[in-house]
């Protein structure tokens, strides 16, 4: 069965410190990927998705950016946190043309 | 660029009766629609989808229902229990992978 791992589950971080948040996903081979944020009150952003390795489709402009060096493996980095970058942040995955998305757990990330 | 709306940001319904939740869109290339259910500090969880060729799907006690001329869904849940509260997202799925989300409302099902 395919699993998703996300992590750190909380983070926090002063401003201007780098981020680094993983996800990998288990039991399956080139599906697609996505980093999604969820603000205080509010819904969740789509911030990036990935139909492949080295191919990053961008939502939001802003200070953050995402990476895929392996088939199941996406990456966000920030180079300097903002107090902004606040929120929850979720992994997700899906079969190429299915329409499921799943999730994981989420990393909370505090900047102070 | 809000493409899902989620206009109810809360719903409160007693025990048993029927909790509606509401989505409108407006993009009409859109051709699934998906209900999920998020608790605080979790990961959402699917509970059910619609492709855009139809206009009900029924699983269980949750209903949704796709009117494409308004571009409006909806969630039905019937009876309402506790365990239901939560927060409600409505997402929308385009052909080439890219999936929306709308800003949710907190249903909350009171005993």
């Known amino acids: 069965s395919q699993t998703i791992h996300q992590w750190p589950a909380t983070l926090v971080q002063p401003v201007g410190s780098p981020l680094s948040l993983e996800c990998t996903v288990e039991?399956?081979?080139?599906?697609?990927l996505y980093w999604y944020r969820q603000a205080a009150g509010r819904g969740l952003q789509l911030l990036f998705y990935s139909v492949g390795i080295g191919q990053i489709s961008s939502e939001v402009p802003q200070n953050l950016s995402a990476s895929r060096p392996q088939d199941r493996q996406f990456i966000l980095s920030s180079k300097k946190l903002l107090l902004s970058d606040s929120g929850f942040y979720l992994c997700?995955?899906?079969?190429?043309?299915?329409?499921?998305?799943?999730f994981g757990s989420g990393t909370q990330l505090s900047v102070l | 660029d809000q493409q899902v709306k989620q206009n109810s940001p809360s719903l409160s319904v007693q025990e048993g009766r029927i909790s509606i939740l509401n989505c409108d869109y407006t993009n009409s290339m859109f051709d699934y629609f998906l209900w999920y259910k998020k608790y605080p500090a979790e990961g959402p969880t699917f509970l059910i989808s619609i492709s855009s060729i139809k206009d009900k799907n029924e699983d269980g006690r949750f209903t949704v229902f796709l009117n494409k001329s308004a571009k409006h869904l909806s969630l039905h849940i019937v009876p309402s229990q506790p365990g239901d509260s939560a927060v409600y997202f409505c997402a929308a799925s385009l052909p080439w992978d890219d999936m929306r989300f709308g800003a949710g409302t907190r249903l909350t099902v009171k005993p």
């Open positions: 039991g399956t081979s080139n599906p697609n």
């Open positions: 997700a995955w899906r079969v190429q043309g299915y329409e499921k998305l799943f």
